[in-house]
Each structure stands twice: as structure tokens, then as C-alpha cells.
């Protein structure tokens, strides 16, 4: 090849790595997902960027800012993440905001055919239950923490066949009949893919635990400014106006 090949070929490619790079980098929980496209898309257009958005577990994008991935915003499923992280020095304090509240529900397929009515029937001898990883989707550690709480997690342990890596597979499970209840986000259930494939049963205020989402810029951020602006835009009226279109509960101070 020769050298003048060579400088085309190097220029080629820098000009397609660049193509692709992301003004703004944004780790997500997967359960948020939905909401997530609407504010990155008209964030996106309001300010001639793009915005890359990395959805996994909780756990996950938290161990991937705890270990050093670039990240300009942080956007777990609880608040025990980004107060992890604010400890750590991972994320700037004064920008955390709370966004909206996660209330775990149990799912059931259409028709409810386990006949499922509360947390307690989750232990009764042939149930088949699924809760999210509790090292990986918030769900999943809100679930152990909450069968804990009630007296329920030694009962109700036998009983689940499955441990889902991502809060979204819960909702799969569920839909498609292979388990007979999973402990899940509320929000979820208002998504279309689960419409008229499950049913919710509420779990009574003193036996829930229900979270709050937050949003935080990281200290390192590489596009601090723009990482400002989109903690902004999503805390904003119009975010949250965004957030409960998707089903989410409005924060109240």
C-alpha cells in the first residue's frame, strides 16, 4: 500500500469513527427504557446532538462508572446507586435530582391462573415465581428486601424457578405464561407489549417498598456542559410530563 493510499484509508476511517461518536453518553437502567427514546430523541433534536444511551441493570452501569467507563449522566432504577456513587465521588451532588417512583406490583399472566391475590400466595406449594437477579435490576434486590421484610423470603425462595438478569425479562416471563407471577415496576405493565397478556395485583403500602428514580451528572463527565443540560431536561415539567405518559408516579416533594 502506498503511503498516499494509506493517508486516504487512516482519513476514511477517522472520519466514520467520528460519524458514530456520541455527544453525550448516558447510562440507564433497562426498566426505563421506554420513556428514556422519547427524552433522548427530543433532547437529541432540540440540540442538534446525539446522545448514546446505554441500558443494562442497575448493577451493571453502576459497576461500569465504578469502573471507569466515560459517563456524562447517571440514571439507575433506585437511589441507592447514585448514593453509592456520591460517596465514591463518582457523581456531582448538587446536580442529583428525583425524578419519579418505582413501585414494585406482582404480575400475572391474563386471567391470573395461579389465582393470586398477595405477597403471601407467592409461598404456596407450586407457584412458580421469578424475581429480577438481587445483584443485578434494582427490582430484583427490592424484591429479596421486601419478602424479607414481610417474613416471606425463606417461604417463598423454593418457590421461584427463575432469576432474570434485566427488570424486561420479568415482563417476558410473565407474558408469555412461563411463570405465574413475577415482582415487577408498575410502570412496565402500562407498556404496550404487556397489554391484555397480564394482570397487576397491588402490594398494600406498609408491606411495599417503593423507590425513586434518579438522575445525576458524573464527575468526569466528558460533555459536562451538555450532561447539565440533559439532567435538566429530564427533571424538568416536560420530562416529567414524559415520565407518567410512560406510567411512571410523579415525584412529590
Known amino acids: 500500500m502506498t503511503k498516499r493510499w494509506f493517508l486516504v484509508l487512516c482519513s476514511v476511517v477517522f472520519v466514520a469513527a467520528n460519524s458514530y461518536a456520541a ?4 447510562y440507564c437502567g433497562a426498566g426505563l427504557i421506554k420513556p428514556m427514546e ?9 440540540h442538534g446532538i446525539q446522545a448514546d444511551v446505554h441500558y443494562g441493570s442497575s448493577g451493571e452501569i453502576f459497576s461500569q462508572v465504578a469502573g471507569g467507563q466515560p459517563c456524562d449522566v447517571l440514571i439507575p432504577g433506585a437511589e441507592k446507586y447514585t448514593d453509592d456513587a456520591l460517596k465514591n465521588g463518582w457523581v456531582i451532588g448538587e446536580t442529583i435530582r428525583k425524578l419519579v417512583l418505582h413501585v414494585p406490583v406482582i404480575a400475572v399472566p391474563h386471567g391470573n391462573p395461579a389465582k393470586i391475590g398477595s405477597l403471601e400466595d407467592l409461598a404456596r406449594p407450586g407457584v412458580r415465581v421469578s424475581i429480577g437477579d438481587p445483584k443485578a435490576p434494582a427490582i430484583g434486590r427490592v424484591a429479596k428486601n421486601m419478602l424479607t421484610k414481610n417474613g416471606l423470603w425463606e417461604t417463598v425462595t423454593p418457590n421461584i424457578s427463575v432469576y432474570a438478569p434485566t427488570v424486561n425479562q420479568l415482563l417476558i416471563y410473565v407474558a408469555l405464561n412461563q411463570v405465574d407471577a413475577a415482582i415487577i415496576w ?12 397480564l394482570e397487576v395485583v397491588r ?10 428514580i434518579p438522575t445525576a451528572v ?3 463527565a466528558p460533555n459536562k456542559d451538555l450532561a447539565l443540560k440533559f439532567n435538566d431536561y ?12 410512560w406510567g411512571f408516579e410523579p415525584y412529590v416533594k
Open 23 to 26: 455527544d453525550l453518553i448516558v
Open 38 to 46: 422519547e427524552l433522548k430523541g427530543n433532547f437529541g433534536k432540540l
Open 186 to 197: 408498575e410502570d412496565l405493565v402500562t407498556w404496550a407489549e404487556g397489554k391484555g397478556k
Open 203 to 212: 402490594i398494600p403500602d406498609e408491606k411495599n417498598i417503593i423507590m425513586t
Open 218 to 220: 458524573c464527575t468526569e
Open 234 to 245: 429530564v427533571s424538568s415539567e416536560e420530562g416529567r410530563r414524559i415520565w407518567v405518559k
